[in-house]
């Protein structure tokens, strides 16, 4: 079976998209949470740190994280292809 690159591409691309704002929502919501949970997935002390949600970051991270997952999808379907 043949994958479509760009429809997994743009399939990946939109699930990233989406994940990204339902993240980035919680933490705007839940900034003390997300920081707890980030350090436990680090499995580091955040406790000095502090981060700052602006519009400008979450929109350069939200195009950074669609473009990124999309073309890795695209690229993993053209490799699957070319292999089976």
Do not use: R
Not at 8 to 15: D, F, M, Q, R, Y
């Amino acid at each position: 079976m043949k994958l479509e690159p760009h429809k997994l591409g743009l399939a990946t691309a939109a699930a990233f998209a989406v994940i990204w704002m339902l993240c980035s929502f919680i933490f705007w919501q839940m900034p003390d949470m997300s920081m707890t949970e980030s350090a436990y997935m680090m499995h580091s002390n955040m406790d000095n740190w502090s981060w700052k949600l602006h519009f400008g970051g979450f929109l350069g991270a939200f195009i950074l994280w669609t473009l990124c997952g999309g073309i890795s999808a695209w690229f993993i379907a053209v490799i699957y292809n070319k292999l089976f």
